[in-house]
């Protein structure tokens, strides 16, 4: 009986070191990180609401009920990257991309003459210093505008609109 507990507990020790030695590796700097597609429900402002649309990416997105500047999605950046190219799923109205950086908000990059569909725009690559912790996305107003989805890009070359399923990116 002792040499079957020594030997399940020798194989836990060749386990642990094995699971040790992979997560430091994964968490190594020079591991590239994936791209990350996450659906702006998930992230969504205090007083943002899901709306239902059969067009939509998950038939769901986030707008706001009144027509003033309103906060849709906030979403919080991951550790690791250098660079990113910030992509939003958005339609109507004009929309601008900001950060907070030493406790001020900056605009990053606003969206003007947003079609009536919902259409992947580019919100320009970002270095990480020009970054705060997060990123969100605030509609202005005049008009029935929404985000759907965000895409973050680490490797510089995708592009979401050239993808046919991005749910393979989805942080969960």
Same mark, same amino acid.
């Given at each position: 009986?002792?040499?079957?507990?020594?030997?399940?507990?020798?194989?836990?020790?060749?386990?642990?070191?094995?699971?040790?030695?992979?997560?430091?590796?994964?968490?190594? +700097?020079?591991?590239?990180?994936?791209?990350?597609?996450?659906? =702006?429900?998930? &992230?969504? #402002?205090?007083?943002?609401? $899901?709306?239902?649309?059969?067009?939509?990416?998950?038939?769901?997105?986030?707008?706001?009920?009144?027509?003033?500047?309103?906060?849709l999605?906030s979403?919080?950046?991951?550790?690791?990257?250098?660079?990113?190219?910030?992509?939003?799923?958005?339609?109507?109205?004009?929309?601008?991309?900001?950060? +907070?950086?030493?406790?001020?908000?900056?605009?990053?990059?606003? =969206?003007?003459? &947003?079609? #009536?569909?919902?259409?992947? $725009?580019?919100?320009?690559?970002?270095?990480?210093?020009?970054?705060?912790?997060?990123?969100?996305?605030?509609?202005?107003?005049?008009?029935?505008?929404?985000?759907?989805?965000?895409?973050?890009?680490?490797?510089?070359v995708?592009?979401?609109?050239?993808?046919?399923?991005?749910?393979?990116?989805?942080?969960?």
């Amino acid at each position: 009986m002792n040499l079957l507990k020594y030997s399940i507990l020798a194989y836990a020790c060749v386990l642990h070191v094995s699971f040790t030695a992979k997560a430091e590796l994964e968490s190594s +700097s020079s591991t590239p990180l994936r791209p990350i597609f996450c659906e =702006a429900e998930s &992230v969504m #402002a205090k007083y943002a609401t $899901v709306e239902m649309d059969m067009s939509a990416s998950g038939r769901m997105y986030v707008g706001a009920r009144n027509d003033r500047y309103m906060p849709l999605a906030s979403l919080t950046l991951p550790d690791g990257f250098e660079r990113v190219t910030v992509w939003a799923r958005i339609r109507g109205c004009s929309q601008v991309l900001k950060t +907070s950086l030493n406790g001020k908000a900056h605009d990053l990059k606003w =969206a003007h003459k &947003v079609p #009536a569909e919902w259409t992947w $725009v580019n919100f320009g690559s970002y270095q990480r210093s020009e970054l705060g912790a997060s990123i969100r996305v605030i509609r202005s107003p005049g008009g029935e505008g929404g985000i759907d989805a965000f895409f973050l890009d680490m490797t510089g070359v995708i592009n979401p609109k050239e993808i046919k399923d991005l749910k393979v990116y989805e942080v969960k």
